[in-house]
Nanobody
Framework: HVQLVESGGGSVQAGGSLRLSCGVSGYTYSRDCMGWFRQAPGKEREGVAAIDSDGRTSYADSVKGRFTISQDNAKNTLYLQMNSLKPEDTAMYYC??????????????????????WGQGTQVTVS
């Protein structure tokens, strides 16, 4: 049973930083495709950052230069370092995973429909 559990969300003032973590259990992921998404009230879920099976990354234009996605395969954990936070970054943040056998060769996945496994989300509020 695959589980993704996000943590690290909270309330922060504009200009501040947070680091989100996503622990993966139920299988040992290696060279899988992983991503961070967010959804604000009344808006569609959008891709924030993603990393593919070769370690290549992609970011939404709105977060480029401020957010960094990384992973620690030994700890089965995905991270999202968020700096220079803005009020418009306020949203529920979700991590997502797609095993390598289903995403290899597809590049960096930034669309929600491309992922099979999702966490429950962690709230980020920037004021």
């Amino acid at each position: 049973h695959v589980q993704l559990v996000e943590s690290g969300g909270g309330s922060v003032q504009a200009g501040g930083s947070l680091r989100l973590s996503c622990g993966v259990s139920g299988y040992t992921y290696s060279r899988d495709c992983m991503g961070w998404f967010r959804q604000a009230p009344g808006k569609e879920r959008e891709g924030v950052a993603a990393i593919d099976s070769d370690g290549r990354t992609s970011y939404a234009d709105s977060v480029k230069g401020r957010f960094t996605i990384s992973q620690d395969n030994a700890k089965n954990t995905l991270y999202l370092q968020m700096n220079s936070l803005k009020p418009e970054d306020t949203a529920m943040y979700y991590c997502a995973a797609q095993p390598s056998e289903y995403c290899g060769g597809l590049g960096v996945l930034m669309e929600s429909y491309q992922y099979n496994y999702w966490g429950q989300g962690t709230q980020v509020t920037v004021s």
